[in-house]
């Protein structure tokens, strides 16, 4: 199972995550977001990281030509969309995309079948105003409720939504995702990752891994 940090905004964090073991980093290029960074920062981050680590752009209702303008410019590797976008925006874009898609009772999972050629993230629905004045696109850190995931498609997601060192191993036992997505459970706060709390995560994900074999 491959681990993904996003909200990065700066070095420091970029390079700890990175060291202890992230897969995946995510810079959030909604301005609308807390953890927003200006791509000229983030390809300032990225310059310093190894070739290895996945860079994900994060981009909420943005243009095909703004998407595929950053990626090149700041050589990102993955572009994760996480607004409304539809399946001819997504044909637009020159880059392996993940689309996000906020679960709440009721989903309609046929509509997966509309994107072709993504990969799928599930995070959690919260309309706009709940959370505050803008609608929340993700980082809430509130779960859904993972039963509602089809079985077939359990082991092919991105889990978000609320993950953190108290139900990673539950997350494993009962979904076994591709990947998780965290942000906001490592946080001192919006724009800055606690030390302590990501290396607790990862001594924790490295347990697990050779306890179970993951």
Known sequence: MKVKICGITNVEDALLCESLGADALGFIFYKGSKRFVEPEVAGE????????TVKVGVFVNSSPEEINKTVMEIKLN??????DENPEVISKINFPV???FRIKNGFDFSVLTKYERVS??????LPGGQAGSEKEYGGTGKIFNWKLIPEELRN????SGGISINNIEEI????????VDLSSSLEIKPEKKDREKVKEFFK???YLRELIKW
């Not at 981050?45 to 290895?52: G, N, Y």
């Not at 993955?78 to 607004?83: S, T």
């Open 78 to 83: 993955v572009v994760q969309l996480h607004g």
């Open 156 to 159: 092919k997601i991105i889990l």
């Open 120 to 125: 799928y993230l599930f995070d959690t629905y």
């Open 45 to 52: 981050i990225i310059a310093k990281l190894s070739p290895f």
């Open 98 to 100: 993940i689309k996000s």
């Open 204 to 206: 924790t994900i490295n």
């Open 172 to 179: 494993y036992k009962n979904i076994k995702p591709a990947a």
